[in-house]
């Protein structure tokens, strides 16, 4: 089975670039399921009801998030009934939402998702590591395939995940810098791991953002109101192939293409 695993959606212009690409991949690339990070769909900062729902109208399947995600008030209610998002399974206990699901593909492989926040650089929250070993004898059981989405800003951390879930998840891929890295690899124990997959938002920006309010901003150390660029659109992510008996990865490559 494939995978295809998407990077921070930035804005309308990343929202309406999948409703193109990602209809055209699970066709060419015979995908079996979609996952994208979506905390920045509204207005490059949060989760609006439009956005989201855009998302799944694209063939997303599972929308993930990160620090982000209560920016817009407007998700919560969704994210309390719908297991379809996911937020941070590390945020305190009582939070909106759950951090992981099992959805089934169409062949009736369960898949299981995780979604983790990286504390370095980041809020003060429950430990990821403990969090995701907590949740995982349940997953286990449920989901032959399991793939996590490790949102944090420090690569240190997200390598040390990967090594950390190494042979007990099929994937461990990394979210939030949206900056694509380039070193995908198969870990000895059967995970695919990447420290950042990327976004899916303007490419002539900086992460997404016009370039001069960012350039005014480290410049001026002044507060400045960040908008989404114009522009083409770059879209990141990856592509996972993982061997739904056993659960193990056995490749994965980048996804990167520009959509005028």
């Known amino acids: 089975m494939r995978i295809l695993f998407l990077g921070d959606v930035v804005g309308k ?4 670039a999948l409703r193109r690409v990602v209809p055209r991949l699970i066709d060419t690339e015979s995908i079996s399921l979609v996952v994208a990070n979506g ?3 509204a207005g490059g900062a949060g989760i609006d009801v439009e956005g989201a729902q855009a998302l799944f109208d694209a063939g997303v399947d599972v929308v993930t998030s990160g620090n982000h995600v209560w920016r817009r008030s407007e998700i919560v209610e969704r994210l309390a009934t719908d297991t379809r998002f996911l937020r941070p399974a590390n945020f305190p206990p009582g939070t909106p ?3 992981w699901t099992v959805c089934e593909t169409a062949d009736g492989t369960m898949v299981g998702i995780v979604n983790l926040i990286g504390r370095v650089f980041m809020a003060a929250l429950d430990c990821p590591f403990r969090a995701v070993e907590a949740v995982l004898p349940e997953l286990r059981v449920r989901a ?15 390598v040390a995940m990967g090594w950390f879930l190494d042979g007990r998840v099929s994937a461990v891929l990394g979210t939030h810098t949206h900056v694509q890295t380039a070193d ?5 124990g059967g995970t695919a791991y990447m420290t950042d997959v990327g976004m899916c938002g303007p490419m002539d920006s900086v992460i997404g953002i016009r370039r001069e309010l960012v350039i005014r901003r480290f410049l001026t150390q002044m507060p ?3 908008e989404v660029a114009g522009g083409p659109v ?16 056995t490749a994965v ?8």
Not at 253 to 260: L, M, N, T
Request: glycine fraction near 12%; proline fraction near 5%.
């Open 39 to 41: 905390e920045n769909v």
């Open 97 to 99: 939402g759950v951090g």
């Open 234 to 249: 770059l879209v990141q992510g990856a592509l996972v192939d993982i061997d739904p008996v056993s659960g193990r990865a």
């Open 184 to 188: 995908e690899r198969i870990l000895p």
């Open 224 to 226: 400045v109101k960040f």
């Open 253 to 260: 490559r980048r996804v990167q293409q520009v959509c005028e």
């Open 13 to 16: 212009p990343g929202w309406r």
């Open 144 to 158: 032959g395939v399991i793939v996590v989405d490790m949102h944090g800003e420090a690569t240190s951390e997200k």
